[in-house]
C-alpha cells in the first residue's frame, strides 16, 4: 500500500468500529430484556466489547503516524502543535458535553450535588483517548529520540496492565478531587477510565513504530502477516489463560491482563487483515473512511440524538427503552448508522471543498451552545 494512502487500514478499522459502536448505544438499549437472554446475544456482546479496544488503539496508532510528520513543529510550539492540542481540547469539550446533567450553568451551580457533579465527571471513551492523546502529545515533545519515545508508550501500556487491578480497589474521591478520580477507576460509574483503556492507546502508539519501520522498508505485506499470527497468538493465550489455565481466583482479577491481550489480538489480526483487503485497491474509497475520518461528530451525535430529551422532553432511547424485539430495534440501528453515515460524508466534504466554511460553522455551534448555556 502506498503510503499516499494515509494508512487507510486503519482507517477502515476505525470506521468500522465506530459503525459497531452505533450499534452497541442503539440495539442493546432498546432491545426487550428477554431476548438479551438467547443464545446468540453472548456472541453478539463479545463482538460488541471489541469496539472500544479498537477506537482507542487506531486513536492512538494514528495519532503518532501523523505527529510523525512534524515533531520539530511541536517543539516550536508551531501551527501543528496547536492544531492537535485543538483538536484534543475539542475531544474534551465533546467528552463532557456528552455528560452535562442540565443545559444550563444556573441550573447545573444550584444543583451541584454529588450525584450531578458525578453524572458530569464521570469519564467516558472519548475522556480515555483525549487525555491519552495528551500524554502521548507531550512525551512526544519531550522525547526527542524516536527509540525513547516508543519506549515509554510500551513501558506506559505495560504500567497500566500491572496496576490496573491495584487501581480498581482504591476509591481516589477519598484522596483527590473526584474530577481526577473517576480516571482511575470504575468504583463512581467511569465506564472506562485509564486503567485498562490506557492501554490500548500506548500499545497502538507503540506498534506505529512497527509500521513506520515496515512502510520505510517498503515491508508492509510482512508487517500486516506478522500482525495476523501474533494477534492469533495473543487472543488465544488470552482465552485459554483466563478460561483454562488459571486458577479460579487468577482468572477473577479485574482489570485482567489477559481480557487485555485477547481483544488486543482481535484487534491487530483485524488490522493485519484490513491490510490484505485493500493490498490491491490503491483507490479505494468506502463510506467508512469518512465516518472513520470524522469520527468525534459521529460518536458525539449518534448520543445526542439518543439520550437528549429532544421528542417531546423525552430522549429516544427512554422512549423505547427495553421495548423493541429484534427486527424493530435492527430497523431504527439501521436508520442511526445510515444518518450518521450521511451526516459524516456532508460534513467530510464540506471540510475538504470548503475549509472556512466549515471552520466558521464549527465556531458559531460551539459558541451558540455556550451562550445558551450561561444564559439559559
Known amino acids: 500500500m502506498a503510503a499516499k494512502n494515509r494508512a487507510l487500514f486503519i482507517d477502515l478499522l476505525k470506521g468500522l468500529a465506530l459503525v459497531v459502536m452505533i450499534e452497541v448505544h442503539v440495539f442493546n438499549s432498546l432491545l426487550l430484556p428477554e431476548i438479551k437472554q438467547a443464545w446468540w446475544f453472548n456472541y453478539l456482546h463479545f463482538i460488541n466489547g471489541l469496539v472500544a479496544p ?11 503516524l501523523v505527529l510523525a510528520k512534524g515533531v520539530g513543529d511541536l517543539r516550536k510550539f508551531g501551527k501543528d502543535f496547536w492544531k492537535r492540542l485543538s483538536r484534543i481540547g475539542m475531544v474534551f469539550l465533546a467528552a463532557y458535553s456528552l455528560h452535562i446533567p442540565f443545559f444550563s450553568l444556573r441550573k447545573l451551580l444550584n444543583n451541584a450535588t454529588f450525584a450531578n457533579l458525578n453524572s458530569l465527571f464521570t469519564v467516558d471513551v472519548l475522556q480515555t483517548i483525549a487525555s491519552g492523546l495528551l500524554v502521548l502529545l507531550i512525551a512526544r515533545m519531550v522525547f526527542t529520540n524516536n527509540k525513547t519515545f516508543f519506549n515509554f508508550s510500551g513501558v506506559m501500556t505495560l504500567i497500566i496492565l500491572l496496576l490496573g487491578p491495584l487501581a480498581w480497589k482504591i476509591d481516589f474521591s477519598q484522596h483527590i478531587p473526584l474530577f481526577f478520580a473517576n480516571y482511575l477507576n470504575r468504583m463512581h ?14 500499545s497502538g502508539a507503540y506498534i506505529a513504530k512497527f509500521y513506520l519501520q515496515a512502510r520505510e522498508n517498503n515491508a508492509e505485506e510482512r508487517f500486516a502477516k506478522k500482525l495476523i499470527i501474533i494477534g492469533i497468538a495473543f487472543f488465544f493465550s488470552g482465552v485459554l489463560m483466563i478460561n483454562v489455565l488459571l486458577p479460579e481466583n487468577l482468572a477473577a482479577i479485574i482489570p485482567h491482563p489477559f481480557f487485555f491481550i485477547e481483544r488486543l489480538g482481535v484487534i491487530m489480526a483485524l488490522l493485519g487483515g484490513g491490510w490484505y483487503f485493500l493490498r490491491n485497491k490503491p483507490n479505494y474509497n468506502s463510506i467508512l473512511l469518512d465516518v472513520s475520518r470524522e469520527s468525534l461528530l459521529v460518536y458525539w451525535l449518534h448520543l445526542q440524538l439518543l439520550y ?4 417531546s422532553g423525552k430522549s429516544l432511547a427512554f422512549i423505547y427503552d427495553d421495548k423493541l424485539n429484534v427486527l424493530e430495534a435492527s430497523i431504527v440501528t439501521i436508520i442511526m448508522v445510515a444518518l450518521m453515515m450521511v451526516v459524516a460524508k456532508v460534513w467530510g466534504t464540506l471540510k475538504r471543498e470548503k475549509p472556512l466554511w466549515a471552520r466558521w460553522i464549527t465556531i458559531a455551534i460551539i459558541g451558540g451552545a455556550f451562550l445558551l448555556f450561561v444564559t439559559r
Open 54 to 64: 479498537a477506537f482507542t488503539f487506531t486513536s492512538g496508532m494514528v495519532f503518532v
Open 308 to 311: 437528549r430529551d429532544i421528542f
Open 189 to 202: 460509574n467511569s465506564q472506562f477510565p485509564i486503567f485498562p483503556w490506557w492501554g490500548f492507546i500506548f
